[in-house]
């Protein structure tokens, strides 16, 4: 296989786990990641972290949501 | 069986459900218009390569220790649950269209038969159609079947549920001979986000290293304050739809 088809193969392979995972909003993939590691701060320090992905969450969603529902969102 | 585990059975087999349905429209579609043994010999095929990531894939999670598994699972779930909520929110909401799966079928139908005629031996577009459609709403039940399985060391048990509801969407399809238009997909997505979204938020944050009040009761409150979001957005977004409808009623009845 040439150098150039097989890097065509590997963008297509690679673009494919972007849209298989991170999939309409790529913001809900970083929030998630953002809140995973705030938790993992707060808990290694000590203080409470529980809360911290549900709210992350809620909030992630609402945005996603109230974003693609505006009229050119 | 624990509440976690009917969560795991429930889950995937919702999830497992929907998905049949989407690739047996695709597969009807191609077998009815182009060769019924192409199309079943795509299905075969990949079937078969995802039995291969099931085998390659589930002990390598299983291996993996419960903390780092957590974390990584959970995150993903999590990513994967909002995905799945979002878009059932939106339909729900009125703004997305619901998906119409005999609509879906017209449009998969019109695609084999432009793709020219059928030629002896394995028609190839049916083949490739069938295997596609097939793989790519498989990898989605997969994923779960093993993000949720190894969680909780069930694998089995959800490898069994998403096997039921193959079963069931499969033995419909044959029974009705047809796209399954009257399953509530949307509101089966609208479950499976709910406890995608619920178990990844669960795991992901005990994978961090943060302690749920009341261990794994806590999920009773997860899903419900999750399942009243979500209605609370589809509520919010009607009334916005309303709205902006008022408005696009009132400017074109202006003179």
């Known amino acids: 296989m040439s150098r150039t088809a097989l890097a065509r193969r590997i963008r297509a392979a690679a673009m494919f786990v972007w849209d298989f995972i991170v999939g309409d909003d790529w913001r809900l993939a970083l929030g998630v990641v ?3 590691g705030a938790t993992a701060l707060l808990a290694g320090s000590g203080i409470v972290a529980w809360w911290v992905l549900p709210v992350c969450a809620g909030v992630l969603l609402m945005v996603s949501v ?3 529902s505006e009229p050119n969102g | 069986m624990s509440g976690a585990e009917l969560g795991l059975a429930v889950s995937v087999f919702l999830a497992c459900a929907v998905e049949s349905v989407e690739a047996l429209t695709i597969v009807l579609a191609v077998g009815t218009t182009r060769s019924w043994r192409a199309a079943l010999v795509g299905v075969g095929a990949a079937v ?6 099931t085998a390659a894939l589930g002990p390598a999670l299983t291996a993996l220790p419960l903390g780092t598994l957590r974390l990584v699972v959970g995150g993903l779930l999590l990513i994967f649950g909002l995905q799945w909520l979002r878009k059932a929110v939106l339909r729900a909401g009125g703004s997305k269209a619901l998906r119409d799966e005999l609509e879906a ?8 038969r432009r793709a020219g005629a059928v030629g002896g031996g394995l028609d190839p577009y049916a083949f490739t159609i ?3 459609g097939v793989l790519l709403e498989g990898l989605e039940v997969v994923f779960i079947v093993l993000t949720f399985g190894a969680n909780q060391h069930r694998i089995g048990l959800a490898a069994a ?3 039921l509801a193959v079963l069931l969407v499969t033995g419909a399809g044959v029974a009705v001979h047809r796209p399954l238009q009257r399953v509530p997909e949307n509101t089966l997505k609208f479950a499976v986000g709910v406890m995608l979204t619920s178990f990844g938020t669960f795991w992901g944050a005990e994978g961090a290293g943060a302690h749920w009040p009341g261990g794994d009761a806590a999920l009773l409150a997860i899903v419900p304050a999750t399942l009243l979001l979500a209605f609370g957005l589809v509520a919010a977004l009607r009334r ?4 902006a409808h008022r408005i696009a009623g009132e400017a ?3 003179p």
């Open chain 2, 161 to 163: 549920a998403a096997g």
């Open chain 1, 66 to 68: 109230w974003r693609a």
């Open chain 2, 48 to 53: 078969v390569v995802l039995a291969g990531v």
């Open chain 1, 34 to 36: 953002a809140g995973l």
């Open chain 2, 240 to 243: 916005r739809t309303r709205a």
């Open chain 2, 252 to 254: 074109t009845a202006r």
């Open chain 2, 130 to 132: 069938a295997f596609k």
């Open chain 2, 105 to 112: 079928y017209e449009r998969e139908l019109s695609a084999a």
